[in-house]
């Protein structure tokens, strides 16, 4: 049994330098295009300024535009940091698109946020339960009134 074929894999045929071997992007996904358009469609970010935020040069932030993979996974978080954009969200789509599960993360303030409407979502639970026994008691109080009325009309 052999392994399962990856969608457009193609390996570098050189062994060079892999900046200069051009690499068809994988999966319809180019993250160094991506990256790059949203830098220069984003008004408050600049190639220069993502660079600095990131502690890399203008030319080696920019270098790597043309890598459909974009770099290593740290790679990705120091550019979403430095933009503020999730760029790990477009891997994912692929990820869900083939069927795979994708882990939902939470931030701690998030997590917060959750637990205290968790928190407001019980007590409104108990409230309720609470009033519904109270209408029990009071709907089992009306049958039984109205069961003595009509026993005290048949006599």
Sequence with gaps: MGRKK???SKAPTSTGNLRHVHQEPRYGLHLGELINQFVVNDRD???EKV???MGKGKSTFANKFSVPYYGSV???IDVSVATGHDFFAYPYMILKSKG????KFYTEGE???LRKENEHLKQ???TKIEENETLRQLNNYLKRDLEERKLEKSY
Excluded: F, G, P, W
């Design 124 to 126: 409104m639970l108990q």
């Design 51 to 53: 660079a600095k935020r």
């Design 111 to 113: 997590m917060e946020q």
């Design 100 to 103: 795979i599960n994708v882990t």
């Design 74 to 76: 740290y790679d990705l």
């Design 45 to 47: 970010l600049s190639i």
């Design 6 to 8: 990856i969608e457009n």
